[in-house]
DNA sequence: TTTTGAGTTGTTCGA
DNA sequence: GTCGAACAACTCAAA
């Protein structure tokens, strides 16, 4: 390209200066680059993001702002419509992207790379966010997968991840097209809960790449026993980093294998399988666009699903009376983000004890999650309820009692979100209904009083749910 | 081509 | 206390 033409990169879920494809090749080729982001919420229909989400996309926006030396330009509208008429009026020569899975950008991102180039611009797409194409990972018949293990090894480990970009460094960036008559207002969050400073987020590229440091430096040793533990510090925190792309799965992964030294690490292995199902949630999600709203089991439409709006509310509330699910709604709700072991234990109280239809409970954590993605929410949810992709078998129920003595031992994480239980016995906090009358005016805790009794019991929803799962028709 | 065995994260029950 | 069996049906890959 000759010395003044102008290429437009357009942000969206890779809000990174470092590995990004898209950014890279638009210096690469010598033009001027004029970086865009568009708050495009009103394209997305039911599936615009949460209060949670816009929370960390301002800061995130704005943390990528500064490392563009304020020039990122900022619009409010209908993407389809800013980005053909921003390219005319500057004249851009070409449009640099990278992918996206969600189905309604991929439907749309595909009408105007139609109308762009019908107005005589280039477009350039890539694959940024995730270490391998979800379009190009395919069965040998050709046919996408549906089950984890051969995706991840066959599938997966046969392709090499691409090398890893630095970011660039004689980017040229327009100072100057400020056109007229675009909105430039940011989206902000619809309810604005939590604290910004109180939880240790950081949103943006450095705030992603500390949190990798200190997970590489604290965490990884110990991932494979610690993941499970919501009362330890083990695992990563990157996904909310992940999900807006401030740091790519390849550094991640390059980053891990790094420290590793070459060692044989059960850690790295688990780490980095963990990475594989952000991939195969991606997968999943692009090859069935439907995924969101529809079981991928056709036979889970005939499920009988309960419409009770209290139960769901005390579920929503952390008011369940079962200690470990409400400390897990509770953090959601304080902090934006849930322990993923504690995930499936709500998931799993909602779909199988309380029988309630796994959508409420995705949105549920689409409108409260920082990390909210809709690959990976979808699939984690319809994997809890047993109607999707290589599902559980439909018999693993979590026993709530059960998961809290395994994998919070001493209730620490249960005292933390839940409070009011802080003063009862280590034996009972998982089950604090069983306290005796002495037992609990000693602490002058009690049951039914100062918290919530079980909502559900346990051995008999069980039971409904194993029967309703039994009556499924085989297909 | 057909058959066989394995597949992220569990619980309960009875010996 | 521990231990193994049972709890489906389907997808995928290897034999």
Not at 103 to 108: A, D, E, S
Not at 248 to 255: E, G, K, L, M, T
Not at 426 to 438: E, F, N
């Amino acid at each position: 390209m000759p010395e003044t033409t102008t290429a437009i990169v357009w942000f969206r879920q890779d809000l990174r200066i470092a590995d990004n494809p898209a950014l890279h090749s638009a210096a690469a080729c010598g033009a001027t680059v004029l970086p865009v982001f568009i708050h495009d919420d009103d394209e997305a229909g039911e599936w615009a993001p949460g209060s949670a989400s816009c929370w960390w996309l301002r800061k995130s926006i704005a943390s990528l702002n500064d490392s563009l030396q304020g020039n990122l330009r900022i619009f409010r509208g209908d993407a389809s419509d800013i980005i053909v008429r921003f390219a005319r009026e500057v004249g851009a020569r070409a449009v640099f992207w990278n992918r996206c899975v969600e189905p309604w950008r991929v439907t749309r991102d595909r009408s105007i790379k139609q109308q762009l180039q019908q107005a005589g611009v280039e477009v350039h797409t890539f694959n940024g966010s995730y270490l391998y194409d979800p379009a190009e990972v395919a069965k040998p018949d050709g046919t996408p997968y549906r089950v984890f293990t051969p995706f991840y090894r066959r599938g997966c480990e046969a392709l090499d991840p691409r090398t890893i970009l630095p970011a660039p460094a004689d980017l040229r960036l327009d100072t100057k097209s400020r056109p007229d008559g675009f909105d430039e207002k940011p989206v902000l969050p619809a309810f604005p809960w939590f604290g910004d400073a109180d939880q240790g987020w950081q949103p943006g590229e450095r705030g992603a790449h500390d949190a990798l440091e200190t997970f590489l430096d604290s965490g990884l040793d110990i991932y494979t026993v610690a993941r499970d533990r919501p009362d330890l510090n083990g695992v990563s925190r990157l996904s909310p980093h992940l999900h807006f792309g401030e740091i790519s799965p390849h550094q991640v992964r390059a980053a891990v294998v790094d420290r590793a030294g070459g060692k044989q690490s059960e850690s790295v292995d688990k780490f980095i399988s963990e990475l594989a199902w952000r991939e195969f949630s991606a997968h999943l999600l692009y090859h069935w666009p439907e995924l969101t709203n529809d079981n991928l089991q056709k036979k889970f439409d005939r499920f009988p699903w309960r419409d009770n709006e209290d139960l769901q509310q005390a579920w929503q509330q952390g008011a369940t009376g079962y200690p470990i699910v409400d400390a897990g709604m509770r953090q959601l709700w304080q902090t934006g983000w849930m322990h993923n072991r504690v995930r499936m234990i709500v998931a799993s109280l909602l779909v199988k004890n309380l029988r309630i239809d796994w959508r409420h409970g995705s949105r549920w954590f689409w409108d409260t999650l920082v990390d909210a993605d809709l690959a990976n929410n979808t699939m984690g949810w319809q994997w809890s309820a047993g109607c999707g992709a290589d599902a559980a078998p439909y018999f693993r129920i979590f026993n709530p009692i059960l998961q809290g003595e395994r994998f919070d031992p001493d209730g620490r994480y249960v005292r933390r979100y839940v409070p009011e239980l802080a003063d009862v016995p280590d034996a009972a906090i998982h089950k604090p209904w069983t306290l005796g009358a002495s037992d609990a005016a000693a602490g002058g805790f009690r049951p039914g009083r100062d918290y919530p009794l079980p909502i559900v019991d346990l051995k008999t929803s069980r039971a409904e749910a194993l029967a309703a799962l039994r009556s499924l028709p085989a297909r």
